[in-house]
């Protein structure tokens, strides 16, 4: 097959989508909102059963006995797939794709992290099993029984614990599951390092009455950024993890309002940091002054 094919244009897959419509409504909308302005105009022209058309239809039905088939992959589709399946995390969320023989579309080996921590987790093997059973329980509102050995600690713990959501740390490079522990008669908001989980399995007390969530209140900070050395630019790339927006004050000055959970604190800290005189957090006084003492311990560590 050819790298990118015309099978793979939209209208093909438009008229894979008509062909499985019942109403003349349902292939106006479908041509309305999925394709091009002239579209509608275009396609509905040869919808019809005069000579001129296509003769897929009769009376606003599909000719077709079974539904279209799916879509064949494009080389460029299966290299992309067979790079993404070598990525470490991958056997965490999917099984293998049947891609024959394929060159992948690029190396991870060519690839370099920078600025992250040392320690990393291993994503194979049982750990991989967590995070799927992990994912499987958010999805199906399962209580789960938990066996969790944090760092430093001899024996692992037990908690009827139910997951909520899952979260990956770029700069630890480690995943966390967010969700409700039960303490007695209430459900407490917890955080569990999914490396530091030793077992998960359904619990057998599945109730979860009472148990009502929230998501966590949010902390804010409010930036000036100067446009310098596409300073902008690496400043969306690098809060794209966070609710934010961005309002432009001047020339190549703009206010930049990023919205986070207290947890990450420390984190977004250095990455204001990295941008040097370029960004200034104007508020609140409490991150101005986080920032006035990881100055001063520098100062005072360059000096040793």
Known sequence: MELFSEIHSLY????????QT?????QRELLEQNGFKETPFEMSAYLTEDKEGWHLTKDKHTILKHSP??????KLEKAWLAAIQQEQKFSCFSDPFDLEECEPLFSWQDIHYFDQFVSEDSFTGAYAQIVRKLLQSIDEQQVMQLDY??????QATRHLFQPLKLEYSAKNNKFRVLGKRKNGRSWKTVTFNCSDIQSLEPAKDSSIEGMVWSPP????????????????????????NYRKTVERLGDNQYRLTVFYEKKDETELL???????????????DHFVQLI?????????????
């Open 217 to 240: 209140r949010l902390c804010k900070i409010v930036c000036h950024l100067i446009d310098e050395r596409s300073a902008l630019e690496r400043a969306t790339f690098h809060f794209s």
């Open 149 to 154: 050995q944090a760092a430093g600690k001899q």
């Open 22 to 26: 019942k109403t003349a409504d349902e």
């Open 292 to 304: 006035k003492e990881r100055l001063i311990r520098q100062k005072e560590l360059s000096h040793l």
């Open 69 to 74: 088939k799916s879509f064949p992959l494009t």
């Open 12 to 19: 093909y897959q438009l008229m894979a989508q008509l062909l």
């Open 270 to 284: 250095i990455n204001v940091l990295s941008f040097g005189a370029r960004m200034k957090v104007v508020e609140p």
